[in-house]
C-alpha cells in the first residue's frame, strides 16, 4: 500500500498569514491532486500536478510536485476564513491506475 | 444531474441491521467509486464500477458489505448485520474514463451512525 502523509495535522492561523501543508511518500506516483473538504462535504478538486518539479497556481495557492514525484507542497499566501478547511492530497500509484490513495489531510482554520 | 447525488444524508442504523446507501453518479460519467471516511482521516477506496462492471472491490472491509450498479448508472453500497466500526461517512465519486487530470466529483456523502 502507498501512503501519503500529510503535515501539519492541524493548523491554526490568522487572517493575512502565509502557509505552507507538506505531503510526501516514500513511493513515486504519476499524479498528485490536491483536495478541499469542508464539513458535511465532499471533497473537491483543487488541482492535479503530472510532471516532476511542476508548479501550479491557482490565485492565492501555490502548488508543487516533487522532482521525484514522491511530494507535494501547498502553499496559501495572505489566508482567508474562507480558505478553511480540511486539505487532502491524493495520488495514482501508477500510469494504468485508476484508484486514488488519500493522505489523512491537514485541517485549516483561519482565524478573522 | 449536475452533481453527485447522495442519499440519505444521514442514517442512524442499530447494530446488526441492514443499511442500503445510494448514489446517482453525474450523468455520462462512466466510473463510480466508493470511498469510506472515518472521523480526522481521509477517504479510503472501498470499490469501483466501471458502467455495470466492478472491477475492484479490494477496499471492502468484510463480507457484510456489497456494492452494485446493475444499469451502470446508479450504484447502491450494502452494509448487512451493521457493526460500530461501521459507523462512518461514505462517499461516492464519479469521473469520466481515464481522465485523471479532472479527478473525482464526490457526492457530499452519507453519514452513517451504528449505535
Known amino acids: 500500500t502507498q501512503l501519503l502523509e500529510q503535515s501539519p495535522q492541524f493548523l491554526s492561523i490568522q487572517e493575512g498569514e502565509n502557509l505552507t501543508v507538506y505531503c510526501n511518500s516514500s513511493s513515486v506516483f504519476s499524479s498528485l491532486q490536491w483536495y478541499r473538504q469542508e464539513p458535511g462535504e465532499g471533497p473537491v478538486l483543487l488541482v492535479t500536478v503530472v510532471t516532476g518539479g511542476e508548479v501550479k497556481k491557482l490565485k492565492r495557492l501555490t502548488f508543487q510536485f516533487g522532482d521525484a514525484r514522491k511530494d507535494s507542497s501547498l502553499h496559501i499566501t495572505a489566508a482567508q476564513p474562507g480558505d478553511t478547511g480540511l486539505y487532502l492530497c491524493?495520488?495514482?500509484?501508477?500510469?494504468?491506475?485508476?484508484?486514488?490513495?488519500f493522505g489523512k489531510g491537514t485541517k485549516l482554520s483561519v482565524i478573522p | 444531474g449536475a452533481g453527485v447525488s447522495q442519499s440519505p444524508r444521514y442514517k442512524v442504523a442499530k447494530r446488526g441491521q441492514d443499511v442500503a446507501l445510494r448514489c446517482d453518479p453525474i450523468?455520462?460519467?462512466?466510473?463510480l467509486f466508493w470511498y469510506q471516511q472515518a472521523l480526522g482521516q481521509g477517504p479510503e477506496f472501498l470499490t469501483y464500477f466501471q458502467n455495470e462492471a466492478q472491477l475492484d472491490k479490494s477496499g471492502l472491509p468484510s463480507d457484510r458489505f456489497f456494492a452494485e450498479r446493475p444499469e451502470g448508472s446508479v450504484s447502491t453500497l450494502k452494509i448487512q448485520r451493521t457493526q460500530q466500526e461501521d459507523s462512518a461517512v461514505y462517499l461516492c465519486a464519479s469521473s469520466k474514463v481515464e481522465d485523471r487530470v479532472e479527478g473525482y466529483t464526490f457526492g457530499s456523502g452519507t453519514r452513517l451512525t451504528v449505535v
Open positions: 450523468s455520462g460519467h462512466v466510473s
Open positions: 491524493a495520488g495514482y500509484s501508477g500510469a494504468g491506475s485508476y484508484q486514488l490513495t
